[in-house]
């Protein structure tokens, strides 16, 4: 009996080793996230998230490494420390960290998370062969704004004169810039572009802006809720393609679905963990949008929202 005993914990010993070893030996995935301090949620939590659905637990197996420039012009220095970390993936968001990121490595695998315009703004090659260490999810970059403009002149439809404002130091803000003038050719529109050179210029732009007496504006997606909040204390409608807009006081705002994106962002992760190369998956553009109406906003402005954009609309912010 003893001997049946003695056979049977040394045969359970031996079957629970490999599990053991397995869990002491297996990897920690690494993960950096690149961004700048007013763009950082929701993407941040929801990427976060659906790794959890995939399996990765913070802890056991995967660590989260978040650098946030708190201006644009760090973002280059964040990107070299998180490459010298060596994270097996960097997670970019937007545009300027996209750059940033591939300036600091030809080697560590980098998904870019809605990058208007990947292309043209340099980043890949190509959107079905990246053919790099590039891939993730794009944005239809222009077309958002331009629709998130007709949303606000359907509130507005008096509106004439439209101030843009854009980043200079994003190369989507000129594709942008010239879309928005062909779409003011269409719609009797006049679009007077004001460009941010520096974080710190916000505050003198849109009181630049704002001495133009502009009917609307809309806002570059990549500029921080300040942008918005200025305008909105000088009583300038707002749209824009960023979700933290709407607490920012932006009476419309029309963008890809995060949830979707960060979800396809996080499969791709995975997929580059397990093996896969960048440089073969393809970059995706997202299929699914949404449309925010603050109507709250729009009433502090004496502005009524129609019925029927209200209908349409995803949320209504009361």
Known sequence: MTRRRDFLML???AALWPLSAYAQQRKVVKIGFLTVKPQVEPHWGLVRSALRDLGYAEGMN??????????????????????RMKVDVIVALRTPAAHAAKGATSVTPIVILSVADPVGAGIISSLSRPGS??????????DTHVKALDFLCE?????????AILDARDPFSKPLRTHLQEMARTRSLQIDVALVQRDDQVDQVVAGVAAQKPDAAIVQGVLP????????????????TNISYAEAGAVVMYFADVGAMCRKVAVYIDRIVKGASPADLPVEEPTKFNLIVNARAAKALGIKIPQELRLRADKVIE
């Open 11 to 13: 045969t359970g010993a």
């Open 62 to 83: 995967v660590q989260f490494d978040l650098r946030a420039a708190d201006t644009l012009d760090l973002l280059a220095t964040l990107a070299a420390e998180l490459v």
């Open 225 to 240: 809720p300040r942008t918005v909040e200025m305008l909105r204390k000088y009583r300038i409608p707002t749209s824009g």
């Open 155 to 163: 509130i507005i439809p008096g509106a004439r004169r439209v101030a």
């Open 133 to 142: 260490n590039i891939t993730g999810v794009g944005s239809s970059g222009t």
